[in-house]
C-alpha cells in the first residue's frame, strides 16, 4: 500500500469514527429536543421523524400550567445554591487548613474525608432518614441541605486543597512579614486568588447537588417539594396509562440546556478539576 | 501560647465545621446502620426493637430476591465497566489526534455526563417506548427485535437497554479522564519508534497502554465503585421488574416501603451493610491509590 493510499484510508476512519462518537453523545438531548417540539399527533406517529413538521411551543406551556414544575425548579435552584455556597464555605476552610497550616494527623483527617465520597448514599439512607424525622427535617429545604453539604465535602475539599498547595508560598509569607493577620491573609489574598478554582469547584457542586436523586426522592415526599429530577422520574399524566412525553421532554430540555451551557463555558475547568478527583456521575 | 501551638488550634477550627457534617449526616447513620443490621426493627412506632444477632445477615442469604439482586448487580457492574473502559480507551485515542474541530468534539463529549440521570433515562426510557419510540423502530428495521416485544418490558433486553444508557452517559468521562493521561505522553517516544520501525499496533501496545496502565485502573476501580451502587437509572427504567432489580433498589423497597408496614427495617439495615462492604474494597484500593502524604 502507498503512503498516500493510508492516508485516505486513515482519513475516513478518522471521520467517520468522530461523526460516530458525535452522533453517539448529541443524540438522546436531540431527540429530547426535537420530541418536545412536536405535537401530540406527530410525538405518537409510527413512522418518527427526524424533524417536526409543525414545530410548536405548547409542551413548553403546559408544562407550567399543568404541573408546578416551576416551583420544582425553585425548589432545586435553593437546594443546590446554598449548598453550592456552604460547602464552598467549609470546604475551603478545611481545604486551607490541610494544605497550609501546622496540623498533626492532616493526611488522616483528608483520608476521613474523601473516605465520605465512597459511602453508598443507600447505605445510609434509612439511618439518616430516621435522624431527619427526629430532627423534623423531612419535607423542609435544610434536610436536603444537609446532606447534599455532606456529600460534596469531600470532592470540594480535595480539589480546593490541591489548588491551594499550587498557589505560590512567598505572597503570604511576604503578608505576614508585613504584619497581616493569617485570617485578614486567608480573606483578602488568598481566596480572591483562588477565585477561578472556586467557581470551578463551586460549578461542580452545584451540578452534583442539582442531579441528586435519591436522597431528593426520600427525604422530600411532598410534590410542592420535589426537586426537578425528582418531579421528571414520578412525571405522570391524567391516568396510568397516558404518559405525557412531549411535556415530559419539554421539562427535561428546560432543565438540561442551561447545564449544558454552563459546561460548555467552563469545560476546560471542570475536566481539570475532575481529573484531579475522580468524581461520581 | 507558641505561634506553632496557635496554628494547629486555628487548623483544627477550619477543619472542625466540614468534619462535624460529614460526622452527623455520614458516620452517624453508618454506625447505627450496623447497630441496626443486628435487630429485628420497623419504622412503624408499634413494633418493638428486638436483638437477633446475625440472623438478618443468614436470611439474606436465603433470600432469592437478594440473591438475585445480586447478581445482577454483578453483572451490570462487570459489563457496563468493561464497555466503558474498551470504548472509554478507543475514544481517547480517537479525539488525541489532530483533527478540525476537535475542540467541539471534547466539549461535546461533555454533555451526556452533564445530564442529570434522572433526566436522561426518562429521555432513554422515550426512544425506548413499545409503540413509537426511535430505538425500537431501529431495531425492528434491523428485525433484531420482535415487534411487538416491549424493550424494557422483557428480562432478555431489559438489563441491557439499562446497562446501555449507563455507558452513554459514563464512557466519554472515562474517555476524558484517559485523554488527559495520554496527553502526557512526550511525542518523541512515538517518534523514536516509529525511526525504529514499529507500526501503529506496536506503538499502542508498546509505548500507549504501559505508559496509561495506571490512568485507567484508577478509572476502572472509581466506575465499579460507582456502579456497584447503581439505583437511579434502574429505578428510573423499569422499578426493578423483568429482573433488573440491584441491591441499592431492593434496599430501598425493605427500608423505605416495608419498613412502615413490618419489621425489615433492620433487614433492610443489613443489606446496607452488605452494600457498604462491597464497596469498601474498592474504595480501599482507590484511595491508596491517590497516594495521599500530606504532613
Known amino acids: 500500500m502507498s503512503v498516500k493510499t493510508k492516508r485516505i484510508i486513515y482519513n475516513i476512519v478518522l471521520t467517520v469514527s ?58 432545586s435552584i435553593v437546594v443546590s445554591g446554598i449548598t453550592t455556597l456552604v460547602t464552598l464555605i467549609f470546604g475551603s476552610f478545611a481545604g486551607y487548613a490541610i494544605a497550609r497550616l501546622h496540623m498533626k494527623g492532616k493526611s488522616f483527617v483528608m ?76 480573606f483578602q489574598i488568598v481566596f480572591p486568588m483562588s477565585a477561578p478554582g472556586l467557581v470551578a469547584t ?13 436522597f431528593a426522592f426520600t427525604f422530600m415526599q411532598k410534590p410542592d417539594y420535589y426537586t426537578v429530577p425528582v418531579a421528571i422520574a414520578l412525571f405522570a399524566g391524567r391516568t396510568q396509562y397516558e404518559q405525557p412525553w412531549g411535556q415530559l421532554m419539554a421539562a427535561a430540555v428546560i432543565v438540561t440546556v442551561p447545564l449544558v451551557v454552563l459546561v460548555l463555558i467552563f469545560q476546560n475547568r471542570i475536566i481539570a478539576g475532575l481529573s484531579t478527583g475522580g468524581v461520581k456521575g | 501560647m507558641k505561634a506553632k501551638t496557635r496554628e494547629t488550634l486555628i487548623a483544627w477550627g477550619m477543619v472542625l465545621p466540614a468534619l462535624l457534617v460529614i460526622s452527623i449526616i455520614a458516620f452517624l447513620p453508618l454506625f447505627q446502620t450496623f447497630y441496626n443490621s443486628f435487630f429485628d426493627a420497623s419504622l412503624r412506632p408499634d413494633i418493638e426493637k428486638r436483638f437477633v444477632g446475625f440472623k438478618n445477615y443468614a436470611d439474606l442469604f436465603q433470600d432469592p430476591r437478594f440473591l438475585d439482586a445480586l447478581k445482577n448487580t454483578i453483572f451490570f457492574t462487570i459489563i457496563s465497566v468493561l464497555f466503558e473502559t474498551i470504548l472509554g480507551l478507543l475514544i481517547a485515542v480517537l479525539v488525541n489526534q489532530p483533527f478540525k474541530l476537535r475542540g467541539a468534539v471534547r466539549a461535546a463529549m461533555l454533555i451526556p455526563w452533564a445530564i442529570p440521570t434522572a433526566i436522561s433515562s426518562q429521555m432513554w426510557k422515550w426512544m425506548f ?69 514499529a507500526n501503529v499496533w506496536q506503538r499502542f501496545s508498546k509505548i500507549t497502554i504501559p505508559l496509561i496502565q495506571s490512568t485507567i485502573g484508577v478509572a476502572l476501580i472509581f466506575r465499579t465503585l460507582d456502579a456497584l451502587r447503581v439505583f437511579d437509572v434502574v429505578f428510573i427504567m423499569t422499578r426493578g421488574s423483568v429482573n433488573t432489580e440491584t441491591l441499592a433498589v431492593y434496599n430501598r423497597v425493605l427500608l423505605m416501603d416495608r419498613a412502615f408496614t413490618g419489621a425489615w427495617f433492620g433487614y433492610g439495615s443489613a443489606l446496607s451493610v452488605i452494600i457498604f462492604a462491597l464497596i469498601s474494597v474498592f474504595a480501599v484500593i482507590y484511595i491508596r491509590s491517590l497516594k495521599i502524604k500530606l504532613e
Not at chain 1, 410548536?56 to 416551583?71: A, C, D, I, L, M
Not at chain 1, 434509612?126 to 427526629?134: A, D, P, Q, T, Y
Not at chain 1, 460549578?203 to 442531579?211: H, V
Open chain 1, 202 to 214: 463551586g460549578l461542580l457542586t452545584f451540578i452534583s447537588a442539582w442531579n441528586e436523586f435519591l
Open chain 1, 111 to 186: 483520608i476521613l474525608i474523601l473516605a465520605v465520597s465512597m459511602f453508598p448514599q443507600i447505605s445510609i439512607l434509612g439511618s439518616l432518614f430516621v435522624i431527619l424525622r427526629k430532627m423534623k427535617l423531612i419535607n423542609t429545604y435544610l434536610g436536603l441541605i444537609l446532606p447534599y453539604v455532606a456529600i460534596t465535602l469531600p470532592l470540594t475539599t480535595w480539589i480546593l486543597q490541591n489548588f491551594f498547595r499550587d498557589l505560590p508560598k512567598e505572597i503570604e509569607e511576604a503578608a505576614a512579614i508585613d504584619g497581616c493577620s493569617r485570617t485578614r491573609t486567608l
Open chain 1, 18 to 75: 468522530v461523526i460516530f462518537v458525535l452522533i453517539w453523545c448529541i443524540f438522546p438531548f436531540y431527540w429530547a429536543i426535537i420530541s418536545s417540539l412536536k405535537p401530540n399527533k406527530e410525538l405518537f406517529d409510527p413512522h418518527p421523524t427526524l424533524w417536526p413538521k409543525s414545530p410548536t411551543f405548547s409542551n413548553y406551556v403546559k408544562v407550567f400550567q399543568e404541573r408546578p414544575f416551576h416551583v420544582n425548579i425553585w425548589n
Open chain 2, 129 to 197: 417506548e413499545p409503540s413509537t419510540g426511535i430505538i425500537t423502530k431501529l431495531l425492528e428495521a434491523l428485525h433484531m427485535i420482535k415487534p411487538g416485544v416491549p424493550i424494557l418490558g422483557s428480562p432478555q433486553t431489559a438489563m441491557w437497554a439499562i446497562i446501555a444508557v449507563d455507558v452513554w452517559k459514563t464512557t466519554p468521562f472515562m474517555a476524558l479522564l484517559i485523554l488527559a493521561g495520554l496527553q502526557l505522553i512526550p511525542e518523541e517516544l512515538y517518534e523514536a519508534a516509529r525511526i525504529d520501525g
